[in-house]
Every structure is written in C-alpha cells, then in structure tokens.
C-alpha cells in the first residue's frame, strides 16, 4: 500500500504540474488560437477515432439491442469464461465464493449481466471486468466486502467528510444518450484526504455505489466531467 500511496501522490502531483504549465501558458499569451490547435490535433487521428470521440462527447450512442435467450447464452459463456481463468488470477473472487452469500452475490445474473453490457456483451472482456473488480474491492474495503454490496461503514472517516464536503457530486440530469454526468472536484490537499489512497476509495465507491444498480447507465455508462477525469475499467 505503501507503494501504491507513492505512485498515486506522484500521479496526482504531475497532473497537477501539467495543468498548472497549461494554465501559465495560456495566461502568457491570451490570442492562443485554440481552435487552430484544436483542429490540427483532430486532423492527426483516423476519421473513425474522430467520430467516435464526437459521438461520445454528444451522447450518440448505438442501443444494445438485447433479447431474453441472447442474454442467457451469454450469462453462461461468462461463467465459464470465469471458471477458467488461472485461479492466481482470481484470487479475492475465489474466496468470496467459498461462503454461500458470496456466492450467490458474485452468481446472481442482475450482477454479472451489467459487466457484459459494460463490454458490449464482449464475454472474454466482461470476465475480465468482474475480476478486476472483486479485487479492486478486496484491495480499499477488506475481502469481506467482495462477496456483497458496499456500504457507508466500509469508508474512513475522512472518505465521508469528503463525500458530506462535496467532493464528487452527480448531477441531476443525465445527458442525451441516459448517461449519468459525473463532476469530481480533485481535492486531494490538506482537511480532505491523509493519504492518496483514500481519494482513489472515495471516488471509486461513490461511482461504483451510484451505477451499480442504474439499467440506463449498465447501457451507456457514466459520463465523466471532471477536471482530471478517467473512469476506472473495474467498474460495471
């Protein structure tokens, strides 16, 4: 943990260092022509990459169309998809599985069926997902945690004064495409967060607790706009 307290206040601090230079630089010279420089990152990618970023920001998004029998075919191709992952590699979802009410948490289909429309039914990909997720889970709120939901009484008491202070907030409208819109104030200073890795906890159980249960969202996703934004891929 030690470690990972390091990398992450690194991360933090280089972001911060960037944002900074933008920032510096922008209020040097304000005739900036950020379009033009706009324009001339867009020209650099390929015409799909470009219209799959403008079909994100907009909410354009394709509808799953899911049937009953698709569902369940693909329910069971999971399963076995887990089942046969090396078990080295599932660890925090193995032990869950010993108790029968981790069991039959990891195994209901309303919980497994939000990683495959999180990857577009993609089976190989949701398995991954739900792995990473049990372990992710194991990691801030202590392996009882994997084989249930999460709770208020699983974060620290600084994670709650920041959740009470405002330090993520989900609007009350969602975007055109029924995504939920998601603003996260990067308050990792002094009277918010000790350590760094209680703000990847914070946000990681604000997101987690606020999606799990929304059909729309396990369709489209939530849609990030933060200051430093990027969704973690163990999510549902």
Same mark, same amino acid.
């Given at each position: 943990?030690?470690? $990972?307290?390091? @990398?992450? #206040?690194?991360?933090?601090? $280089?972001?911060?260092?960037? !944002? $900074?230079?933008l920032?510096?630089?922008a209020? =040097?010279?304000?005739?900036?022509?950020?379009?033009?420089?706009?324009?001339?990152? @867009?020209? #650099?990618?390929?015409?799909?990459?470009?219209?799959?970023? !403008?079909?994100?920001? %907009?909410?354009?998004?394709?509808?799953q169309?899911?049937?009953?029998e *698709?569902?369940r *075919? &693909? @329910?069971? =191709?999971l399963?076995?998809?887990?089942?046969?992952?090396?078990?080295? #590699?599932?660890?925090?979802?193995? *032990?869950? *599985?010993? /108790?029968?009410?981790?069991?039959?948490?990891?195994?209901?289909?309303?919980?497994?069926?939000?990683?495959?429309?999180?990857?577009?039914?993609?089976?190989? +990909?949701?398995?991954?997902?739900?792995?990473?997720?049990?372990q992710? &889970?194991? +990691?801030?709120?202590?392996?009882? /945690?994997?084989?249930?939901?999460?709770?208020?009484?699983?974060? /620290? &008491?600084?994670? @709650? +004064?920041?959740?009470?202070?405002?330090?993520?907030?989900?609007?009350?409208?969602?975007?055109? /495409?029924?995504?939920?819109?998601?603003?996260?104030? =990067?308050m990792?200073g002094?009277? %918010?967060?000790?350590?760094?890795?209680?703000?990847?906890?914070?946000?990681?159980?604000?997101?987690?607790?606020?999606?799990?249960? =929304?059909?729309?969202?396990?369709?489209?996703?939530?849609?990030?706009s933060?200051? %430093?934004?990027?969704?973690?891929?163990?999510?549902?």
């Amino acid at each position: 943990k030690d470690e $990972d307290e390091k @990398l992450i #206040q690194q991360t933090i601090n $280089d972001v911060a260092a960037r !944002s $900074d230079g933008l920032v510096a630089a922008a209020s =040097a010279n304000s005739n900036i022509d950020f379009d033009r420089s706009l324009a001339a990152a @867009l020209n #650099q990618m390929t015409m799909e990459r470009r219209e799959s970023i !403008s079909e994100a920001v %907009h909410g354009v998004v394709a509808p799953q169309v899911e049937t009953e029998e *698709m569902v369940r *075919m &693909k @329910l069971s =191709a999971l399963q076995e998809e887990i089942d046969g992952l090396p078990s080295q #590699q599932k660890v925090a979802y193995n *032990m869950a *599985m010993q /108790s029968p009410r981790g069991r039959a948490y990891l195994t209901n289909p309303r919980f497994q069926v939000q990683f495959l429309r999180a990857e577009s039914f993609d089976v190989a +990909k949701a398995a991954r997902r739900l792995i990473l997720n049990c372990q992710t &889970k194991a +990691k801030y709120y202590g392996e009882d /945690s994997v084989g249930r939901p999460l709770c208020l009484s699983d974060l /620290s &008491k600084e994670e @709650l +004064k920041a959740m009470k202070e405002g330090a993520f907030a989900l609007l009350p409208r969602r975007d055109r /495409s029924g995504r939920m819109v998601v603003f996260h104030r =990067a308050m990792c200073g002094k009277g %918010h967060y000790d350590r760094p890795l209680s703000f990847v906890s914070h946000t990681w159980f604000q997101l987690y607790v606020r999606s799990l249960h =929304a059909f729309a969202t396990c369709l489209t996703g939530p849609f990030p706009s933060t200051k %430093h934004s990027g969704l973690p891929s163990c999510l549902p």
